[in-house]
C-alpha cells in the first residue's frame, strides 16, 4: 500500500507554556533544559503527527540560545517537519520568548531535531511523503537534505 503526500501544513504545531519560578536557573533566567525538553516535545508530536505513529528522537543539532528567556515570559515552540526520509523525519523548531505585559517577543534559539517513526513492533517503519508548497519549504528542505547527508557522515 503506498502511503499518503502529506504537506507541512497537515503536522505544524505550537507548544506553549508560561515560564515560573519552578523553570528558572539559578541565575534567575529560565533553565536551558526546561526548552530543550519543550523543543523535543514539540519536534515529536509534529513528527507524530505526520507519520501517525510512534518516534523516536535519534538526532537534535546544535541548540544555541541567543537571547537569555526570563521567568514570566511565555515561551512558544513552533514545530514543523521540514524533510522526510524513508523512515526518519527532520522537524525545525523556532523558540520564541514573549513579554505577555510588554507585547514584546524574541526568537531565542532554532533547532533541528531527527525523529524515525516506529511500528508496533518498535522497528522503523516507512513515513508518508512530503509535498512543498512554497519556495521556504523548498529551501528548507534543500538545507534538511543537506544537513541529513552531513549527519550520514558523521556517524560512528
Sequence with gaps: MESPIKTIADSQFTLSALMGPQDANAQGNVHGGVIMKMVDEAGALVAMRHARTFVVTVAIDSMTFVEPIFVGNL??????????????????????????????????????????????????????????????????????????????KQRI
Design 75 to 152: 515561551v512558544l515552540c513552533n514545530a514543523g517537519i521540514t524533510y522526510v526520509g524513508r523512515t526518519s523525519m527532520e522537524v525545525r523548531v523556532e523558540v520564541i520568548a514573549e513579554n505577555p505585559l510588554l507585547g514584546t517577543s524574541t526568537v531565542t534559539n532554532i533547532a533541528y531535531l531527527v525523529y524515525v517513526a516506529l511500528d508496533a513492533n518498535g522497528q522503523p517503519t516507512p513515513v508518508p511523503s512530503l509535498k512543498y508548497d512554497t519556495s521556504i519549504e523548498k529551501a528548507r528542505a534543500q538545507e534538511a537534505h543537506e544537513r541529513q547527508t552531513l549527519r550520514k
